[in-house]
């Protein structure tokens, strides 16, 4: 069932620069590139920011520790050994909201297209064998052996055929496997009764906004998430967002468990 939003446990955030983020600023106003593959062009727009990433994005992208910690929660017991995948995992900031807990996995695959990105997670997780970095596309990556849980946590907007990725997903799980997501979206002009609806400008503002930068809040994500996980669990809220006082943008979280 849907719930508001609770607040979200502090860990410590990377540190940030009024230059930096200026530097990012601007890249986003240049938006991403339209020549290239997919590669090239998360390469060419993400590669500049790399050094500030987690910065600036820990201000903008809400909801991803809570997402770990709903992902702890729903493995429970089976948490210790566990074989976790995240799909567009970037930079590895997101592994490290798991703390200490990380280390309880047995395995821990970050799976990401951008090899600037990637190699800020080399950096981070250097020695730790237990950690597998790939450069792979998410609609057809598979793991040698299925994982106990997957996620993707604000990589789903930004994968053109989202839809591949997450039936891609879905055949990595074992049965009673753990699915997250947590990534901004609108809702339908008129969604289910147990969802938030958007009004006009909302739906309309922030599918533009973002596109700019290939990323595309759709409905439909939502929507296919809760058609394929009878099993879940949705949480909406909204967050501010980076030098636009008084805007707030929709987001989800989502668990759902494979049947």
Avoid at 26 to 40: E, S, T
Avoid at 86 to 112: C, H, I, K, Y
Avoid at 182 to 202: C, W
């Amino acid at each position: 069932m849907p719930s508001l939003e609770s607040p979200e446990p502090k860990s410590p955030a990377p540190r940030r620069g009024l230059g930096a983020d200026l530097r990012i600023l601007l890249h986003l106003l240049r938006g991403q590139p339209k020549d290239g593959d997919q590669r090239a062009r998360l390469e060419a727009f993400y590669g500049p920011q790399a050094g500030h990433y987690d910065a600036f994005r820990d201000r903008l992208l809400h909801g991803r520790e809570a997402l770990i910690g709903d992902i702890q929660t729903a493995l429970g017991n089976a948490l210790p050994g566990a074989h976790l995948i995240e799909l567009g995992g970037g930079t590895g900031r997101n592994l490290e909201f798991f703390g200490s807990r990380l280390a309880d996995f047995g395995q821990v695959t970050l799976v990401d297209l951008c090899p600037a990105l990637l190699a800020q997670a080399r950096e981070k997780f250097a020695g730790r064998k237990q950690i597998q970095l790939i450069e792979a596309d998410a609609t057809r990556w598979q793991p040698e052996q299925p994982a106990d849980a997957v996620y993707c946590a604000y990589s789903l907007t930004m994968i053109p055929d989202w839809r591949a990725a997450l039936a891609n997903a879905i055949t990595m799980l074992k049965p009673g496997g753990v699915f997250g997501v947590v990534d901004f979206y609108v809702s339908a002009a008129r969604p289910p009764a147990d969802q938030i609806r958007h009004n006009t400008l909302t739906r309309a503002f922030w599918p533009r906004w973002f596109a700019h930068d290939g990323v595309h809040p759709d409905p439909a994500h939502l929507a296919a998430l809760r058609e394929h996980f009878s099993d879940h669990q949705v949480t909406e809220s909204r967050a501010p967002v980076p030098y636009l006082p008084g805007l707030a943008v929709p987001y989800y979280r989502f668990i759902g468990r494979k049947i």
